[in-house]
């Protein structure tokens, strides 16, 4: 998530004023909340970890969505979006992975 957050920050002075301020921002705010509730739940016990890392997806899978959106609307060339998309995806699957071996790990037998 660090080395994404760092390209897509290499890309953000390159959007039209109009996406900078309302669009990438808000992408840049659901970014920086995914990364804090990753960093969260590394250092919680077990059972405590769970909401915050499904906290974690759900802000990663709204980055994603609306880094589409600033695709579909051309303020994001291809080849940027799939240089942030790729790697986005991979963290998508290891959070899911996470996610579901701890509600295995908390539910009763």
Request: charged fraction near 20%; aromatic fraction near 14%; charge should be positive.
């Amino acid at each position: 998530m660090k080395s994404v957050y760092i390209l897509w920050q290499s890309y953000t002075s390159t959007f039209p004023k109009t996406s900078r301020y309302t669009l990438a921002q808000t992408i840049d705010k659901y970014f920086i909340q995914a990364i804090e509730s990753i960093l969260v739940a590394s250092f919680l016990e077990k059972q405590e970890k769970q909401p915050f890392v499904k906290k974690a997806i759900i802000s990663l899978d709204t980055a994603k969505f609306l880094l589409y959106m600033l695709w579909e609307i051309k303020a994001l060339d291809t080849k940027k979006y799939i240089a942030l998309s790729e790697p986005l995806t991979e963290a998508g699957k290891q959070l899911g992975g996470w996610y579901g071996q701890l509600v295995k790990q908390n539910s009763p037998n």
